[in-house]
């Protein structure tokens, strides 16, 4: 069983930073790809950033143009926990933030597609005002 669970949401100013944690169980992320995705009111669900499982060139990270620059994902797997730390928060990055995996290698655009991940957390408030 599957379980995803999200934590360090919060509220800042913009300019402000907040680290968001999923932590997971009954996924070895050593063989899954983790996502980040987060959603607006009135929005769709979009992919904020994602990380395939290391090979012999290591792990691979993926974002979303918005926010080059400005978060990155990390994992550790002997703990279980895929990272996302958020720099420079603007107000647009306001939503529900989403931890999600799946247990296969996603390529360029497909790892942040929603339609790609059967497993999801809660999800986590972020507000920036």
């Known amino acids: 069983h599957v379980q995803l669970v999200e934590s360090g949401g919060g509220s800042v100013q913009p300019g402000g930073t907040l680290g968001l944690t999923c932590t997971a169980s009954g996924v070895p992320q050593s063989d899954h790809v983790m996502g980040w995705f987060r959603q607006a009111p009135g929005k769709e669900r979009e992919g904020v950033a994602a990380?395939?499982?290391?090979?012999?060139?290591?792990?691979?990270?993926y974002y979303v143009e918005a926010v080059k620059g400005r978060f990155t994902i990390s994992q550790d797997n002997a703990k279980n926990t895929v990272y996302l730390q958020m720099n420079s928060l603007k107000p647009e990055d306001t939503g529900m933030y989403y931890c999600?995996?799946?247990?296969?290698?996603?390529?360029?655009?497909?790892?942040?597609?929603?339609?790609?991940?059967?497993?999801w957390g809660q999800g986590t408030q972020v507000t920036v005002s």
């Open positions: 990380i395939n499982p290391g090979g012999m060139s290591g792990s691979t990270t």
């Open positions: 999600a995996a799946a247990e296969y290698r996603m390529s360029w655009p497909y790892v942040l597609q929603r339609s790609g991940y059967p497993n």
